[in-house]
């Protein structure tokens, strides 16, 4: 069973790629940013009181994050694996995941760490647009939508996230320093962090994930 955590700094292509495991595996694609920008769309009380926090590229409370975890983890749909992309982001989350993860039967087992040298970064996310609608990733230089600004799937104007710019981005990029990068010591302890260089470009680092994954059955 692949229970996957999706790691890596902003921009180095986590949703992208988290978009075909799941198809691949059939398992759900997870993304507690989508959840939070969810919310903050629908205009409900945690869509409002995450919206300032999100916009400027800080973290949302291990607490929130957790609780929205911990819920969507539970359904029915995540009983033969799933995968994380964006969660755990701190060491608190990581340590609460521990337990929670035991306690609702969905213990992670596999930390899929997609890294990525820092001056390639900030243009794969000032080149990125997103489907506001579907969720689907694109990137105006090498992952362009069939008709340019529209989404391939549903038909929807692409749209570049209000965080997606350089300012917002390196915020991101000190927290991912800061809270996040720690995780990937936590997790080696484990003994279940696998490493992707993704500086080769988004098809080379399919590539290198689908044998490593393909391995594994
Ligand atoms: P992402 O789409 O993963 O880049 O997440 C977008 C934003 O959502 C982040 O910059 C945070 O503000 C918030 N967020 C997403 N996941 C988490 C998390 N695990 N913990 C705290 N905040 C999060």
Redesign the pocket.
Known sequence: MLNIILMGP?GAGK?THASWMANDYSIPHI????M?REAMKSGSELGNKIKD??NR????S?EL?CALVRERLSQPDCANGYLL??????LA?AEAFATMGEEIGRAPNLVLNIACPDELLINRIITRRVCPKCGAGYNIINLKPKKEGICDNCGTELIQRK?DNEETFKL?LANYYKSTAPLLDFYKEKGILHEFDSSGGLEHTKKTIKEFLGGLQ
């Open positions: 902003p949703g993304s507690t940013g989508d939070f926090i999100v590229g800080d973290l949302v291990d994050t992309d964006g969660f755990p982001r701190t989350q965080d991101r």
